[in-house]
């Protein structure tokens, strides 16, 4: 069974990657270089003519002085960072970020968990319900943040009418029902609608995940006499664990760096109050572009470090991978 | 692996240097391609801000698509060419060709300030003939002035003035709109208790903070700048102004969640007849009519309530054209300018969007045609625009999203941040 | 057998349930849609009046939401084709060799992810005009735009499920005598199809429902796509919501077609894979 997962691909690299003796003569180096080109090359090319030049455009930024109409006006050195980094509202913002990113993201890979286990079970209707699941998907962030504004909308919105039939609001019009008036019932709700659109995602990639689990682990572990639980744990989490480590790493990255839910519910305000460090980073456009670019390198900062924490912690999940 | 990897690096990234070096020198200012100098054609580039709405309004590319082809008819050297985004985009839109010294010949709906502190635009008097600059509405061009030089050319007005409703005043037991702030306040609690509806619709979210913060301190003899013309955002009657909003905010005769309340979505309550009161101009109109639930003898328009009276001063916005001298066309653009400030286009800009003429005679015209509008352009006259600043931007733009939380916080800290912004903040 | 029947049952039911969940707010999209202007912000679930003419009346030239969703089809149809071509090599060679600089470019491609368009913006626009595009159709600077920012994400998806696929599988096709490229496509694409289409359709939702860089290098309406298409909905003093939700609800309709025909591939029948 652990064949299955640890042989493979590193082991048949490791016996390719070194020659016989008698084929490669000359420039074994320079051929080990050339080698991979032909299939990442393509790759390196398209990222590196526009991805790699807007970065090094906004590394320059962050060291010119801006202002907010877009003006030029000189080098700031340093001043953009420090300006950033003294910021008052800079820590209530970053701690927002590190809840807004573990809560959306813990309960998205929770739920999908539990709602790929679900979907890939045989019901009638399967098809129908999976294809529902779909809609947070494919609409625009920006239209299912909007809606749900409109839906919390505190004179007439469909969730506030039906909390009221449910005696959780007590009127219209009132600042309970102005959900996203008051900072914190914001951060919650706008923490519902982040979960309700990854989940889609992170669903699917784990239900491809679970597809190629072989039914003949589960099988076996019927005859072994394995409880739902033990063969859960035992067989699916771990076979599961590359799509679910890349689920949790897009999240990471997508929910830190998401915007549209947040700027179309509350803007990132009152104030600052509702920002997240990207919502933040945008805001900055508006008063100096060039501390905005030094926030956004911040916040690339902030991502690499997450992520390549969890790539560390993963490591054997990425030679497993392999 | 690792020396070779930095070797791939370095020569990838060189590559990719000269590429950019190779390029960039090929576009240095200029957003004028195709166009020959000296007695060739010429093409002027136009951009500005597109304020229609979905099938509401007509879009305004449509409009400067009209005048740029009628133009062209009387001068078939010059073509001009039209580019228009939504407001919503707009600001992020400019940045972008700014930064990348993309300048429009002709930009639309920005202030001249920023600008001219750079020495990027032309002055007025380059860009209009001395027919139309005297034809200008007088109060509106000494807004665009910078250091003493008017650089700007406003293109489009609106006043404010304070909509009710008058069915639902009625229903309120009120017979007038209130004058001072005290009667606002009353009255807006007698409509909420008698009818249910909000009484007061108090936008002071991110979209338009400014606006409706100049009209308060404005009714409290404040404002933006001190009579000497520099910023006194947080003087003590701007701090009392807030306070006062704050407890308005707090006793449940406004809409809650004033502090994030826009004012698209208050004017769309209205037009429906959910809000009793609110700040307005003259865009409301349209609004109303679509929505039919308020009859056009229910709206009522007055002067804005002042603390102990009405305002003699509203706030007068006018959005500017500028023109950038990197293509150097000021010849052509002097002549495209004249004739779009002519009557016929200024009238069709107006009645299209339901704001007013920057021209005397525009104006004059305009108001035998839309007599509905009068209150709001006998505010003209005395009307206060934004300060004139070259970092005007970057005070406005935290004035958005800072002044809503005086409805929670401290009106008297909030206001100091943004002084502090305001006094060291460069152009 | 009750019991299965039973436990199917409420399989069964908590799923529609989750699904109608998932659905409820674009139901409300439709109904808001269909408020006659009167009636948009009265405090009940359904109007008593419902215009259809907002859905009708969306097809108008002067709205341009067939162009629209004709360019946003180009746009995320070439997005997704060139992340396709692209992607799919070099996943398949990170994830079976293991070459000098992997693990950099690995890195790399994860690096240029956690950026996005919002942020780079200026940039995208000056090279934009740096290579003379404005001179061509927008359409063909979105379509790499879009592949490249949505590569890395493919990459990584790809590199994970051929990765978790034996090479023994290749090796024994190999030994008959295919190529190694015949083994890719033979044995190791099918397999890995499940994934394949997973990343396609992130490619082309992302694609589909980008805003900002199409946006920005746009010029004129003829040239928008839906979503830039949609944004003009909200203008300076009042927000045409009716027509605003209703192009949004038929914007999800070519994605949801879309996953019709494939979802069989992601999940349709290649292995048992249910616990019972």
Known sequence: MSNIVTAGPATAGRTQDQPPGRRQRKYPRVRAILAPLPW??????????????????????????????????????????????????????????????????????????????????????????????????????????????????????????????????????????AWLANPDSAMAWMIVVAVFV?????????????????????????????????????????????????????????????????????????????????????????????QSAAMSIVNFAIVLVIVFAFLRMNRRTLQEAR | MKSRLMAAAAVSAAALAAVAGCSSSSSTTGSNSGSGSSSGSVTLHLFGADYGAGTTNVSTTTFWNQVATAFHKKYPNITVDVSTVNWNAYPDKVKALIQNQQYPDILEGSAAPPYAAENLIYPT???????????????????????????????????????????????????????????????????????????????????????????????????????????????????????????????????????????????????????????????????????????????????????????????????????????????????????????????????????????????????QQNPVFSQYMTNIANSVNYPAKANWTTVENQIKQTMGQVVTGSPSSILGAIQQTASTASS | MAATRIRTAVIAAVAYIIGIIFILPYVEMVITALRPQKELLDRNYLPHHFTWSTFSNLWGSNLNVTSGLETSLEIAGGATLVVLLVALPAAYYTARRKFRGRGAFLLLVLATQILQPTVLIVGLYKEFINFGLQHFSPVWSLILVNAAFNLAFSIWILNAYIGS????????????????????????????????????????????????????????????????????????????????????????????????????????????????
């Open chain 2, 125 to 367: 008097s380059q860009i209009i003939s001395q027919s139309t600059l005297s034809n200008l509405v007088p109060k509106f061009l000494n807004d665009t002035q910078y250091n003493g030089t008017a650089y700007g050319v406003p293109w489009t007005t609106s006043t404010r003035a304070l909509c009710y409703n008058k069915a639902m005043f009625s229903k309120a037991g009120l017979s007038s709109p209130p004058t001072t702030w005290a009667q606002l306040q009353s009255d807006a609690a007698a409509i909420k208790s008698k009818t249910g509806n909000v009484g007061f619709g108090l936008p002071l979210g991110s979209e338009e903070a400014q606006a409706e913060s100049l009209l308060w301190f404005l009714g409290n003899g404040g404002g933006y700048l001190s009579s000497s013309g520099s910023y006194d955002i947080n003087s003590a009657q701007n701090i009392a102004t807030m306070n006062f909003l704050k407890s308005f905010a707090a006793s449940g005769d406004t809409e809650p969640g004033a502090g994030s309340a826009n004012r698209t979505d208050l004017w769309n309550s209205f037009a429906e007849g959910k809000i009793g009161m609110v700040n307005c101009s003259p865009a409301i109109v349209p609004i109303v009519k679509l929505k039919g639930a308020v009859s056009t003898s229910d709206l009522g328009v007055t002067a804005i309530a002042g603390k102990n009276g009405p305002l003699t001063q509203t706030l007068g916005v006018h959005d500017d054209i500028v023109a950038f001298k990197s293509g150097g066309h000021a010849a052509q653009i002097k002549l495209f300018l004249d004739f779009a400030y002519q009557d016929q286009w200024q009238l069709a800009f107006n009645n299209d969007y339901d704001l007013l003429p920057a021209t005397q005679s525009g104006d004059q015209a305009f108001g």
């Open chain 1, 198 to 290: 990854s989940v889609p995602f992170t669903t699917y990639v784990l239900l491809a995940g679970l597809q190629t689990i072989p039914g003949e682990l589960y099988e076996a572990a019927r005859v072994d006499g394995a409880s739902l639980w033990e063969t859960y744990r035992r067989i699916t989490l771990p076979l599961l664990r590359p799509a679910f480590f890349i689920g949790l790493v897009i999240n990471l990255m997508n929910v830190f760096n998401s915007f549209p839910i947040i700027w179309e519910m509350t803007q990132g305000g009152p104030g600052y109050e509702t920002s997240t460090s990207t919502i933040f980073m945008y805001n900055l456009k508006a008063i100096n572009v060039g």
């Open chain 3, 165 to 276: 696929i034996p090479a023994e599988l290749e090796e024994a096709a190999m030994v008959d005598g295919t190529s190694r490229l015949g083994a890719l496509f033979k044995v190791t694409i099918p397999i890995a199809m499940p994934g394949i289409v997973t990343a396609l359709i992130f490619t082309f939702i992302a694609a589909w429902n980008e805003f900002i860089t199409a946006l920005t290098l746009t010029t004129n309406p003829s040239q928008y796509p839906l979503t830039v298409v949609m944004d003009a909905f909200r203008g300076a003093y009042e927000v045409d919501w009716q027509h605003l939700f209703a192009a949004s609800v038929i914007a999800t309709i070519p994605v949801l077609v879309l996953f019709a025909f494939i979802e069989r591939r992601i999940v349709g029948g290649l292995t048992a894979g249910s616990i019972k």
């Open chain 1, 40 to 177: 990442i090359g393509p790759a390196i090319v398209l990222i590196g003519l526009v991805v790699i030049w807007p970065i090094v455009v906004m590394f320059q930024t962050s060291f010119q002085n801006i202002t907010a109409d877009g003006i030029n006006i000189g080098s700031a050195g340093w001043r953009n960072f420090s300006g950033v980094l003294n910021n008052a509202n800079l820590p209530g913002i970053l701690l927002r970020t590190v809840i807004w990113v573990a809560v959306v993201v813990g309960a998205t890979m929770l739920i999908s968990l539990g709602l790929a286990q679900l979907f890939n079970q045989r019901f009638p209707g399967r098809t129908v319900v999976r294809w529902a699941l779909i809609a947070p998907w494919a609409a625009s962030v920006m239209m299912t943040a909007l809606i749900f504004r409109w839906m919390l909308d505190p004179n007439n919105g469909a969730i506030n009418i039906l909390l009221h039939q449910l005696g959780i609001v007590h009127g219209f019009n009132t600042n309970q029902s």
